[in-house]
């Protein structure tokens, strides 16, 4: 995962219309989540922040693309992906993993790509 990937997730949060309609808390959590503590990323994060950006109809493609990339290449053989860090937050202060999570988001981030984006 690249800083250009997170640097746009972060101007799109900064400049939608989305910060207007009370939703900049979501994206800093988004953001922070992203960034976290691993360099690389993980892919139930990557997923959401390409499932807004392709929702939001974000103009630079090459930033989705290789969101796209990333989760291909973290696609296991078997078509699973590892489960990663804590994905999830509940009541503010109870961390849990949803090892579902794993598989769909970055599922559904691909097929919308797929049907939205390859021609």
Not at 27 to 45: E, M, P, R
Not at 83 to 97: A, K, L, P, R, W
Request: charged fraction near 15%; aromatic fraction near 10%; include cysteine.
């Amino acid at each position: 995962m690249t800083m250009l990937f997170v640097g746009a997730v972060t101007s799109w949060c900064r400049n939608s219309a989305v910060t207007a309609r009370g939703a900049s808390r979501i994206c800093l959590v988004l953001i922070a989540s992203i960034v976290k503590t691993k360099k690389s990323g993980q892919v139930v994060n990557t997923a959401w922040a390409l499932l807004s950006l392709m929702l939001a109809k974000y103009p630079h493609r090459h930033v989705i693309d290789g969101g796209i990339r990333y989760l291909i290449q973290m696609q296991q053989r078997d078509g699973d992906w590892a489960q990663e860090d804590i994905s999830g937050v509940f009541n503010m202060n109870c961390m849990i993993t949803y090892a579902n999570y794993r598989n769909i988001f970055p599922i559904w981030a691909l097929g919308h790509y797929t049907a939205h984006y390859e021609k």
